[in-house]
C-alpha cells in the first residue's frame, strides 16, 4: 500500500508517540503491511524522549517506546503524509496554517474515530501516571474504533 499517517500533538512527547506505537502494533497484529506510522510535535519541547510517564503507560499494553526520538513538525510531513491525526483543534490550525493544501488529510483522531463530541485529547504533560493511563486509554479505544476507516482512507486512490 505504501501509505503514510502522521500523528501530530504539542511537544511529541506523549500523545502522538503513544499513538504512533498503538497503531504500528494494531497494523503488524492484523498484518497490515505498506502503512508507515509517524509522529511530531508542533512545539519544541525540552525532551528528545517521550516522558518516563508516557514510556510507562504503554508497558502497560505491550509497548516500548522508549527509543522513540522527539520530532518538530514541519511542512515537508505534511507533504509525505496521506492522513494526518491531530490531538486536538490547536494542531489542526497550526497545520492549516502552515500547509492550508492539507485540510482533506488533517483530522482530529476522536473525530476521525466517529466521536461527536469532546473530541481534543488533553495534554497529560507535568500531570500525574493516572493521567498519562487515562489519556492512553481514550487514544487506544479512538484508534481501535477509527481503524476500519483509516484503511478505507488509506485504501483511496
Known sequence: MNKTILFVCTGNS???PMAEGLLKKMLEEGGRRGIKVLSAGIKRGSF???????????????????AHQTTPFSK???EEANLILV??????RFILNLEPKAE???F???EFAGYQENLNIKDP??????VYQRIAKEI?????????????????D
Open 108 to 110: 482530529l483522531l476522536k
Open 48 to 66: 528528545k524522549n517521550p516522558t518516563k510517564e508516557a514510556v510507562e503507560a504503554m508497558r502497560a499494553f505491550g509497548l516500548d517506546i522508549s
Open 125 to 130: 504533560l507535568g500531570l500525574p501516571y493516572s
Open 87 to 92: 490531538m486536538s483543534e490547536e494542531h489542526r
Open 104 to 106: 482533506e488529510r488533517v
Open 14 to 16: 506523549c500523545r502522538s
Open 140 to 156: 487506544k479505544e479512538a484508534l481501535e474504533k477509527a481503524l476500519p476507516r483509516i484503511l478505507e482512507y488509506l485504501s483511496r
Open 76 to 78: 515537508e510531513a505534511t
